[in-house]
Nanobody, 120 residues
Framework: VQLQASGGGLVQAGGSLRLSCVVS????????IAWFRQGPGKEREFVSA????????DYADSVKGRFTISSDNAKNTVYLQMNSLKPEDTADYYC??????????????WGQGTQVTVSS
């Protein structure tokens, strides 16, 4: 399984960005695609996840109501729509594939990061 993340950039506080994660190679219907982020000097933390079937989603409390995860199976792509961005959302964002979980250790496959910078 290969994952390619994109869509990061520089945005002002209150703005929006949409990240994309294109998945290729073997996929499993019971797998999930998750987004994690790692800010400067911080641990990598869970942001959101969606089961590949699209029937289950999960969000970190810090992004609930602001971020929306979705999938387009025809395009093998998972999106993370990020609205009302805050400076504390600044981080490298990574997509990963594995069993649906908020635990980083459960994810077997990782893409490269895409940088998101939110200015105040």
């Amino acid at each position: 399984v290969q994952l390619q993340a994109s869509g990061g950039g520089l945005v002002q506080a209150g703005g929006s960005l949409r990240l994309s994660c294109v998945v290729s190679g073997r996929t499993f219907n019971n797998y999930a695609i998750a987004w994690f982020r790692q800010g400067p000097g911080k641990e990598r933390e869970f942001v959101s996840a969606i089961r590949w079937s699209g029937l289950s989603t999960d969000y970190a409390d810090s992004v609930k109501g602001r971020f929306t995860i979705s999938s387009d199976n025809a395009k093998n792509t998972v999106y993370l729509q990020m609205n009302s961005l805050k400076p504390e959302d600044t981080a490298d964002y990574y997509c990963a594939a594995g069993p649906l979980s908020s635990a980083r250790s459960r994810y077997d496959y990782w893409g490269q990061g895409t940088q998101v910078t939110v200015s105040s």
